[in-house]
C-alpha cells in the first residue's frame, strides 16, 4: 500500500479533466450543487486526475473519491474496478452511486456521503485527549 500524500497524473489528463467539468451529466450537476462549497466541512473538487484516471468528485482532505456510475459505466465494470484498485494502493476510499439513485434518491445519497465522511474524519483526527492529560 503506497503512503504518499500526494498522488501522481498523467499531465495529459489536465486538459480531458477541463472538459469533462464543461460537459458534465445531470447527475454530477446534481451531486455537485450538494456537495460544493464545503457544504460538509470538506472541500471536493470535481474530474479530478489522478493515476492515469479522472475521478468524478475527489476530497483531498479525506481522501475520499465518488464515482458515479451511469451507461457508460455498463460496459467497463472490469476498467472501473482496477481503476478502483490502483487509486485504493494510494489509501483513497470510494464511494460510487448509481447514475439513477442520484437522480431520484439524492436524500439516501448525501446520507451515505455524510456518514462516511463522519468515519473518515474520526479516523484521520486525533483522539481527544483524556481527562488526566
Given at each position: 500500500?503506497?503512503?504518499?500524500?500526494?498522488?501522481?497524473?498523467?499531465?495529459?489528463?489536465?486538459?480531458?479533466?477541463?472538459?469533462?467539468?464543461?460537459?458534465?451529466?445531470?447527475?454530477?450537476?446534481?451531486?455537485?450543487?450538494?456537495?460544493?462549497?464545503?457544504?460538509?466541512?470538506?472541500?471536493?473538487?470535481?474530474?479530478?486526475?489522478?493515476?492515469?484516471?479522472?475521478?468524478?468528485?475527489?476530497?483531498?482532505?479525506?481522501?475520499?473519491?465518488?464515482?458515479?456510475?451511469?451507461?457508460?459505466?455498463?460496459?467497463?465494470?472490469?476498467?472501473?474496478?482496477?481503476?478502483?484498485?490502483?487509486?485504493?494502493?494510494?489509501?483513497?476510499?470510494?464511494?460510487?452511486?448509481?447514475?439513477?439513485?442520484?437522480?431520484?434518491?439524492?436524500?439516501?445519497?448525501?446520507?451515505?456521503?455524510e456518514i462516511t465522511i463522519?468515519?473518515?474524519?474520526?479516523?484521520?483526527?486525533?483522539?481527544?485527549?483524556?481527562?488526566?492529560?
Open positions: 500500500m503506497k503512503h504518499n500524500k500526494i498522488i501522481p497524473y498523467n499531465p495529459k489528463l489536465k486538459e480531458l479533466a477541463r472538459i469533462l467539468r464543461k460537459q458534465s451529466t445531470l447527475s454530477e450537476i446534481l451531486l455537485w450543487k450538494e456537495i460544493k462549497g464545503k457544504a460538509y466541512g470538506v472541500e471536493f473538487h470535481r474530474q479530478l486526475p489522478m493515476l492515469n484516471y479522472i475521478v468524478d468528485f475527489y476530497c483531498h482532505e479525506l481522501k475520499l473519491a465518488i464515482e458515479i456510475d451511469g451507461i457508460s459505466h455498463d460496459h467497463k465494470v472490469d476498467y472501473d474496478s482496477e481503476r478502483q484498485k490502483e487509486l485504493e494502493e494510494y489509501r483513497i476510499t470510494f464511494l460510487r452511486f448509481p447514475d439513477m439513485q442520484v437522480k431520484n434518491d439524492m436524500f439516501n445519497v448525501l446520507r451515505a456521503l463522519d468515519e473518515l474524519k474520526r479516523k484521520t483526527s486525533p483522539p481527544p485527549p483524556s481527562k488526566g492529560e
